[in-house]
């Protein structure tokens, strides 16, 4: 164990792996290379095309001990996962390491094959039930939770070895040419598939769409693809991404959206060029609308948006606010159509959104992001990954990268949820640093760090309400009461990565 | 600051049974609030809404805004409860469903006056905005207005006066012409201001935007709201327009030049500045200073001069 900068207890070694604790968020590097993957040689007439995926795990050479990989871009929709473990537990391979981009609550089918031990390791985070029962210790399942970034960082350094990446192919042709913008599984952007096809030892496209050569647009192209399976169905296209994403109608989330707006007005960044990334949620949306009201009204022509993008950023970009949209992944219908037809809403991966050891991502390049909390703390650190009740229950996304890219981070969020207050003495899971974090928006008042004191004269000039997090919080306090601290046993069940790969915090099993 | 002067564009209606909705009242930016006991609160819940109503009001010191108390009609057998729980935890004041007769505004100025007695209250403290929301609720309105001076203003409701009437409510409104201009006469006429009825249908802002336009012409100084939502659009079209603000400023000016001659009265511009002038004025600048558009601090005796 070490204690990092943050003040959290981490392990140097963990599950037979070396970890180093968090340190601040902009110095790690470490001296290496970028990963490689072996040289393949195709010679004209040789068939990718494999009857099964049966087929191509034994193709591909998948034993024991070793590592795969699937992505979710089809997200809570996704059937790949499932059908793969599957299969693997029925070839008798056992202590396989699961490095997806993510696990959703869908993949609870995978529970049987993590008690048997057909799966034991989870390099990456995870979205519902595996989560809740690790948490409290009904699996044995050590997970490493990594922001978008992270994850492209740990497959380029080889810190994530993957032995075979099984690519969900909305669209693909026999040589493993493939989109994610038509057929029954469409999906829009591939963003976080794109870092395997460039360094998993095995790619495997698997699809439920075989189109004639050659499939286009070309997103991941057949140099890099080992194997073509063809399956029924990819997913839940319900599931997939939803048809309709919605500015919310509370009141509250209204009156938060307005004051972050207001925010990144007074921050002087709201000027021609402007960037801008936001989530999908109702806040995030309204906070959106809000921002086109001030650029049509001051007649500002943004540069770009960015991350998950929805319809709403699709007509932010038809009507000329941004000139370019960079996609990692499509939330809804709208934007997966729109990434099929226009040139400037781009699909990118991971890697280029997010990584921090490019060379230089596209969230360096961001002026503002909305973020979300489940906690904050008083040094604004943030939590989305635990629960108030203490279970892992969200992956990362891309908070953290986004929070150390932008020049503005804003997390919004209702001063109370539940019954709880949201802002705490100190967080239960820390993913993102405070340092990283500039504003915190509740309905009650806004939480400016110290470090930016300029903006809280701005602020205050504008008569808006800013508060110190310390008195908004104790305001908070007023109405819940302080709630009792949860308890934990010492048994750590996942590691919390930063971007760069140092560990910034640990989840221990819970007390129950 | 005299209350009948204070600035109500906006009445935000919360139901007194709902602490989810009790505790954003600080929140908002309506220039007060109305917590309901009456008809957002089913008959099962009455005793648990005056109690949620109470519990509210003692944490809610620092007032950022006026809190009223609508309690149920005083012909209810819920209304004197309503007050016994909640005028020790100090309402600003209290919205009078069904305010028909002037006598029942005299029974409830009676019912305040015995619990600020009680309570150790200056006589008065509790003011009054009676709802007029009948055919004789409005034939009797002229009176009603005049029949406490706690009133502080008199409100249309036109959800039950339509009732009432047996007619339906349009967005257009013209069914309520008539009785919208003689609730502001009546309160025109008593020197109190004028609060419209609510816009029932919170999704359509353009709705809520041409009835307030509507209401404004016609002398209604506020209005009654459903939802937070409708709070910014109403402040919009109340928020005074610029040469207002011009003009009232030069009408202070020409008034703080006549009280240092030692007179109440002086022309402007060939134009009559007295008390009235000034009075409006004031409430221009005052409302100006709410949207910030200026600071100025209106000084009563400016606009009464010293006694």
């Given amino acids: 164990m070490a204690r990092n900068s943050l003040g959290r207890d981490v392990p140097t070694t963990w599950r037979g792996r070396q970890y180093e604790p968090y340190h601040d968020p902009f110095s790690r590097m470490p001296d290496v290379d970028r990963g490689t993957r072996p040289l393949v040689r195709r010679n004209p007439g040789e068939s990718k095309l494999l009857g099964s995926l049966r087929a191509a795990v034994e193709r591909c050479g998948l034993q024991d001990g070793m590592t795969i990989a699937t992505h979710h871009h089809l997200r809570n929709g996704d059937l790949l996962l499932n059908l793969l473990v599957k299969e693997i537990d029925g070839m008798g391979l056992r202590d396989i390491t699961i490095a997806s981009s993510s696990i959703h609550p869908v993949h609870a089918e995978i529970v049987p094959s993590i008690r048997r031990g057909v799966v034991t390791r989870c390099e990456t985070g995870v979205n519902g039930l595996i989560g809740e029962l690790a948490s409290k210790g009904e699996i044995d399942f050590p997970i490493v939770v990594r922001s978008h970034g992270g994850r492209a960082r740990s497959l380029v350094t080889s810190e994530v070895p993957v032995d075979v990446a099984f690519i969900a192919a909305p669209c693909c042709d026999e040589t493993g040419n493939l989109n994610g913008v038509s057929g029954p599984s469409a999906c829009g952007s591939l963003g976080y598939a794109y870092t395997d096809a460039r360094y998993a030892k095995k790619v495997v496209a698997v699809t439920d769409n075989l189109v004639p050569y050659p499939a286009s647009p070309v997103s991941i192209s057949q140099s890099d693809v080992d194997y073509v399976v063809t399956i029924d169905s990819l997913g839940d296209p319900k599931k997939i991404v939803s048809t309709t994403t919605r500015i919310t109608r509370d009141p509250a989330g209204l009156l938060i959206a307005r004051h972050a707006a207001e925010v990144i007005e007074a921050s002087g960044l709201l000027k021609d060029g402007f960037s801008f990334q936001t989530g999908a949620g109702g806040t995030s949306l309204a906070v959106a609308d809000n921002i086109k009201r001030k650029m049509l009204a001051q007649k500002i022509k943004g540069s770009f948006g960015c991350g998950g993008i929805t319809g709403y950023f699709v007509d932010m970009l038809e009507e000329g606010f941004f000139r370019t949209l960079f996609d990692v992944q499509c939330f809804d219908l709208r934007a997966v159509e729109s990434i099929g037809r226009n040139i400037r809403h781009r699909e990118i991966s991971a890697d280029l959104y997010a990584n921090p050891f490019n060379r230089g991502s596209v969230v360096n390049m961001l002026d503002c992001v909305i973020l979300g909390a489940t906690e904050v703390d008083v040094d604004f650190n943030v939590n989305v990954n635990t629960e108030s009740n203490g279970y892992l229950l969200h992956n990362t996304g891309g908070h953290c990268d986004t929070a150390a890219g932008a020049k503005l981070a804003i997390v919004v969020a209702p001063s109370i949820r539940g019954r709880l207050p949201i802002i705490r003495d100190e967080v239960t899971t820390i993913t993102t640093p405070g340092e990283t974090v500039d504003v915190v928006v509740t309905e009650r008042g806004i939480a400016v760090a110290d470090r930016h004191e300029d903006l809280k004269k701005e602020l205050l000039r504008r008569k808006l309400p800013l508060k110190d997090i310390r008195q908004l919080q104790s305001e908070i306090y007023a109405l819940t009461g302080k709630p009792r601290p949860l308890e934990f046993h010492d048994e750590v069940m996942a590691l919390i990565e930063y971007r760069d790969g140092s560990i910034i915090d640990a989840v221990r099993r819970v007390r129950e | ?307």
């Avoid at chain 2, 009001?57 to 009609?73: D, P």
């Avoid at chain 2, 029974?107 to 006589?123: H, M, P, S, V």
């Fill in chain 2, 1 to 307: 600051m005299d209350p009948r002067l204070r600035l109500r564009r906006s009445l935000l209606y919360v139901p007194g049974n709902m602490p989810g909705m009790l505790q954003n009242i600080p929140v908002f930016a309506s220039d007060g609030v109305m917590i309901d006991l009456e008809d957002a609160v089913p008959l099962a819940e009455k005793d648990a809404a005056r109690i949620l109503t109470r519990s509210f009001l003692r944490t809610f010191r620092e007032r950022s805004k006026e809190v009223f108390v609508r309690i149920n009609g005083l012909d209810t057998k819920y209304a004197l409860d309503d007050l016994r729980e909640v005028l020790p935890a100090m309402p600003d004041g209290i919205r009078l469903p069904k305010a028909d007769h002037p006598e029942v505004v005299e029974r409830l100025d009676t019912r305040l006056t015995e619990a600020e007695e009680r309570l150790g209250l200056e006589i008065g403290h509790f003011t009054i905005i009676p709802s007029i929301e009948s055919a004789v609720g409005l034939l009797n309105s002229v009176k009603t207005a005049q029949a406490s001076p706690r009133i502080v203003a008199l409100a249309f409701g036109a959800e039950d006066y339509t009732a009432s009437m047996e007619i339906q409510r349009t967005k257009t409104g013209e069914e309520l012409f008539s009785a919208r201009t003689q609730v502001v006469w009546a309160a025109k006429a008593a020197g109190v201001q004028a609060i419209d009825s609510v816009f029932s249908d919170a999704n359509d802002a353009d709705g809520l935007r041409a009835e307030t336009e509507l209401i404004k012409r016609l002398g209604f100084t506020g209005k009654s709201l459903v939802n937070p939502r409708q709070i910014d659009v109403v402040h919009e079209v109340f928020r005074p327009k610029q040469e207002e603000i011009d003009d009232a400023l030069e009408v202070m000016e020409a008034i703080t030049r006549a009280r240092e001659m030692g007179t109440g009265v002086i022309s402007l511009r060939g134009k009559m500045v007295d008390a009235p002038v000034v009075k409006r004025a004031a409430r221009i600048l005052r409302t100006a200073a709410a949207f910030g558009l200026i600071e100025y601090d209106v000084s009563e005796e400016l606009i009464h001069g010293q006694e």
